[in-house]
């Protein structure tokens, strides 16, 4: 909160967000979220508001390539970064491998926690081909890219939930995926 110069107390900011490589300039209240923001102020509603305070992975979003949850993130702390939405993730109206591997193997039903289930696959993706551990890593020294096994993959997307219990697909998905991701990128 800034005083606006007339001895009132400011609450909102004009803030640039650059989501999925198109530049916004909205104005929010400072204590806006990135997710109301993203879908409300700029009609991405591809991310999804499940519980709206940081327990189901719904409303994941990439923020500098890696995953954030966009229900606790204010807008004003995204100022500046690359966002990615699920809208963003398919370049040139291709769908990337993560993408058609959730619809090749049915990695979803009702599709609520699909936008961030993808979102945070991706980011998952870049975090273990940088080399960081898990909980269920064995040998977590840095050295050594662990192996991307089941367990790996459960227990890195143990963040998101999905109502309707696919997870054995969206984990085959992932896992089938995951060669053709690296490459894409
Ligand atoms: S809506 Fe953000 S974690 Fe559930
Ligand atoms: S597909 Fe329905 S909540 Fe995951």
Not at 17 to 43: E, F, K
Not at 104 to 123: E, I, K, M, N, Y
Not at 125 to 149: F, N, Y
Request: overall charge negative; aromatic content about 4%; glycine content about 12%.
């Amino acid at each position: 909160m800034t005083d606006n110069g007339r001895g009132e107390i400011e609450t909102r900011s004009e803030i640039s967000l650059r989501v999925n490589d198109v530049d916004y300039r909205v104005a929010v209240d400072n204590r806006r979220t990135l997710l109301d923001a993203v879908r409300d102020d700029l009609g991405l509603t591809g991310t999804k508001k499940g519980c709206d305070h940081g327990q189901c992975g719904a409303c994941t979003v990439l923020l500098g390539g890696r995953r954030v949850l966009s229900c606790l993130t204010l807008a004003v702390a995204a100022e500046g970064a690359a966002v990615t939405t699920v809208e963003g993730l398919a370049g040139d109206g291709e769908l990337r491998p993560i993408q058609e591997a959730f619809v090749r193997l049915d990695g979803f039903q009702c599709g609520f926690c699909t936008p961030g289930q993808l979102c945070s696959a991706v980011g998952m993706l870049a975090e273990h081909a940088a080399g960081w551990p898990s909980a269920v890593t064995r040998d977590g020294s840095p050295e050594r890219t662990p192996e991307l096994t089941e367990e790996e993959i459960r227990e890195r997307m143990s963040g998101n939930l999905c109502r309707c219990s696919a997870y054995p697909s969206i984990v085959r998905a992932i896992l089938e995926a995951s060669a053709r991701e690296a490459v894409a990128g």
